[in-house]
């Protein structure tokens, strides 16, 4: 397991979770065609801008895990800011929150914090765009 090989190579593995913004409203509005051009196009940037041993995972629907190798919390944020840059740059937007693998949580535990961390950027993103209108 990806766990078990961070700790016992004594290596970060930071677990990322994502949340693609308004699939099911560009599936709905512009069609599931459009909605599928927006996941290859995110998918491609973020599979550019990981390493090979990285990994890049769509769980489904807007939902992505990444697991980055060797990367702490802090590492981790700022290469997921200069990737959610890049996505937006396409015009696409996500949110994101980040969880490392300590040696003493769970897999399970791990993936429901970075979850937590995401739906709060997910809501504060939200806050902002109404207060932005």
């Known amino acids: 397991m990806i766990a078990d090989q961070a700790k016992r ?17 560009v599936n709905d509005t512009h069609g599931h065609g459009v ?3 927006m996941i290859k196009t995110v998918s ?3 599979l550019g801008s990981t390493r090979k ?9 807007d939902e992505f895990v990444l697991f980055l190798w060797n990367c702490n919390r ?3 944020t700022k290469k997921m800011e200069k990737i959610q840059a890049k996505v937006e740059k396409k015009g696409y937007g996500f949110s994101f929150g980040v969880a490392v693998f ?7 535990e791990v993936m429901k ?10 809501r504060l993103r939200k806050n902002l765009k109404v207060v932005g209108k």
């Open 102 to 108: 300590d040696g003493e949580s769970s897999p399970v």
């Open 74 to 76: 802090g590492n981790s």
């Open 9 to 25: 190579s004594e290596t970060p593995l930071s677990l990322v979770m994502i949340d693609l913004d308004d699939l099911k409203l």
């Open 113 to 122: 914090e970075a979850d937590e961390m995401m739906y709060r950027m997910k």
């Open 44 to 46: 491609k940037v973020f």
């Open 53 to 61: 041993s990285d990994v890049v995972i769509r769980l489904g629907g």
């Open 35 to 37: 909605g599928d051009k």
